[in-house]
């Protein structure tokens, strides 16, 4: 029988909290963490961030530091009958409560799966620590978010990835990395620990001592890019290329993409995600109804399952790369967020808020407010910009698709609003 060999990632998982990198904020003295540990209070935690910043390490530590029952929930192999069980077992046993619940992957849960243990949470009989890469006000119910403190995780930066270097090192006194070598691997490796280890595998495996120099070590790396899957830290390079495929207008590239990930066995609902994504931050209002193929293409799979739904992620695929591109929405969304921030505080024009009572109107809220569909046109021309905050052209269309239209329509309103303005 085989020797079962552990990954570097895994063998250099901390197992104290001072081998701990990164994410120092949430590790503060009188912070949520350390006070949950010193009352011995497990809190429902749900840590969110990029793959490579310490989430399932920080889990372990956390889960570790009570007496507490605790058991691995992971999505794919989910079982109602399995998690009643344990959930029956806290029932029964009041002084061993509560079961912690580890769930990487949180976001692969069904929201009837997040409903039963929703219940279960609320009545104290587990609690949940979850790891996520996905926004979790899109892959999770409000009831389940809304119990679960969300601690925000960010990639490492080049000093800390710099001290999981220097702890391979140590242990592997025959390989050794110029300094420049090592800024070349941790900026290479983009605030991700496990891809850093990933890349330093091979180079633990030699038997006699080398130096790496820049050179050397970037050939290393071209080589350890070449031959990445969709597990890890390559789920996301293959879906980050698909989306520039699709972006870029290649259906071809875009079905080589789509395949790959699905041999690999990435959930085809999270790329039903990503192709609904594409749809509106690429394609946007140029096709109108490149966002409702892609809902559906999602949909269809759901409803048949694979092989057969894939089809459908396959079908939208080849037609969000050949539609019209336009990120004006995206471009548009974003630029008025910012203006949001400074300018929240203003209320809107007076005459378009409603008077539902007597007090409302007797102080002239809503007076003078124009029905459109009584104007010509259906087209008053009233300000609804608050006053003090500048009116901006935050929508510019592209001369592609159906926005062509949309550019004629903005240039007929703003037409008719100077001639108003006139008379």
Not at 37 to 45: D, G, L, V
Request: aromatic letters at 8%; charged letters at 25%; glycine letters at 6%.
């Amino acid at each position: 029988m085989g020797k079962y060999t552990i990954s570097l990632s895994e063998k250099f998982r901390p197992t104290e909290w001072e081998h701990f990198v990164g994410q120092e904020k949430w590790l503060q003295e009188g912070g949520l963490i350390r006070n949950s540990i010193a009352r011995q209070h497990p809190a429902n935690i749900l840590l969110w961030g990029p793959p490579g910043s310490g989430k399932t390490s920080f889990a372990g530590l956390y889960i570790r530091s009570f007496p507490c029952p605790n058991v691995d929930l992971h999505p794919t192999r989910f079982q109602a009958a399995e998690v009643k069980r344990v959930i029956e077992e806290a029932e029964r046993s009041p002084l061993f409560r509560p079961t912690i619940m580890w769930i990487d992957e949180v976001h692969r849960l069904t929201r009837p799966q997040q409903d039963l243990l929703l219940r279960a949470v609320e009545q104290g009989l587990i609690t949940i620590i979850a790891a996520t890469t996905e926004n979790p006000s899109f892959v999770l119910s409000n009831a389940l978010l809304s119990r679960l403190t969300t601690l925000s995780f960010q990639p490492l930066d080049k000093e800390e990835l710099g001290r999981v270097v220097e702890r391979v090192l140590k242990a592997y006194p025959q390989i050794s990395l110029e300094q420049d070598a090592k800024t070349v691997l941790t900026t290479w490796a983009s605030g991700d620990a496990r891809k850093l280890l990933s890349a330093l595998e091979p180079l633990t495996e030699r038997k006699e001592a080398a130096t790496y120099t820049v050179d050397g070590l970037k050939e290393h790396l071209s080589s350890h890019v070449g031959s990445i899957t969709a597990e890890g830290e390559g789920k996301y390079l293959l879906i980050s290329a698909l989306h520039k495929a699709v972006r870029g207008s290649d259906c071809q590239a875009a079905l080589y993409y789509l395949a790959r990930l699905l041999h690999a066995g990435e959930d085809p609902r999270y790329i039903g995600r990503r192709l609904i994504r594409m749809a509106t931050e690429d394609i946007g209002l140029a096709d109108p109804q490149a966002l409702s193929l892609a809902l559906a293409a999602l949909k269809c799979f759901e409803t048949l399952g694979s092989p057969e739904g894939e089809l459908g992620l396959a079908e939208v695929t080849i037609y969000l790369a050949l539609a019209p591109k336009s990120a004006s929405t995206y471009v548009a969304f974003n630029e008025v967020k910012e203006v949001v921030k400074k300018t929240s505080h203003i209320a809107p024009p007076s005459h378009i808020l409603n008077a539902p009572t007597n007090w409302m109107k007797e102080r002239g809220i809503g007076e003078g407010y124009i029905w459109d569909h009584d104007a010509p046109e259906a087209f008053s021309g009233q300000e609804y910009f608050p006053e003090g905050v500048e009116e901006r052209e935050y929508y510019r269309p592209v001369e592609r698709g159906f926005e062509r239209e949309l550019e004629k329509r903005i240039l007929y309103f703003k037409k008719l609003k100077e001639k108003k303005a006139q008379s």
